[in-house]
Nanobody
C-alpha cells in the first residue's frame, strides 16, 4: 500500500495551492481519507478528512479556506488550499484510516501514510 502526496511548493501569502494524493496497492474508496500537517517543532495535526460518501470535516484553522475532495475512480484525494497564510507552512501528509464512516481527526486512527509534501508560505 502506497500513498504518494504531491503539489507542495513555495508560494506567497494569499495564493492558492492544490495538493494531490495518489493511492496504490489497494482501493481506498470506502476508507476515510485525511490530510494532516506538521510544522517544525510541532506535533502532527489534523487538517481535513473525507469519508467514502463525501462527508467532510475540517480543522477550525482551515475551515472556509481549504477544501478536501476525492476521486474514487482514480483512488485519489485532493486538498485545495486558498488564501494561504504563513502559519500554514508545514509538511502535509495524506493518510488512510481503517474507519469508513465517521471522519477521524487523530493520528492514531490512520494507519497508512504518504511521505509528505512541503508547503511554504512566505509573507
Amino acid at each position: 500500500v502506497q500513498l504518494q502526496a504531491s503539489g507542495g511548493g513555495l508560494i506567497q501569502a494569499g495564493d492558492s495551492l492544490r495538493l494531490s494524493c495518489a493511492a496504490s496497492g489497494r482501493t481506498f474508496s470506502t476508507n476515510v481519507m485525511g490530510w494532516f500537517r506538521q510544522a517544525p517543532g510541532k506535533e502532527r495535526e489534523f487538517v481535513a478528512g473525507i469519508n467514502g460518501n463525501g462527508g467532510r470535516t475540517y480543522s477550525q484553522s482551515v475551515k472556509g479556506r481549504f477544501t478536501i475532495s476525492r476521486d474514487n475512480a482514480k483512488n485519489a484525494v485532493y486538498l485545495q488550499m486558498n488564501s494561504l497564510k504563513p502559519e500554514d507552512t508545514a509538511i502535509y501528509y495524506c493518510a488512510a484510516s481503517r474507519y469508513s464512516t465517521v471522519v477521524r481527526t487523530v493520528v492514531e486512527d490512520y494507519n497508512d501514510w504518504g511521505q509528505g509534501t512541503q508547503v511554504t508560505v512566505s509573507s
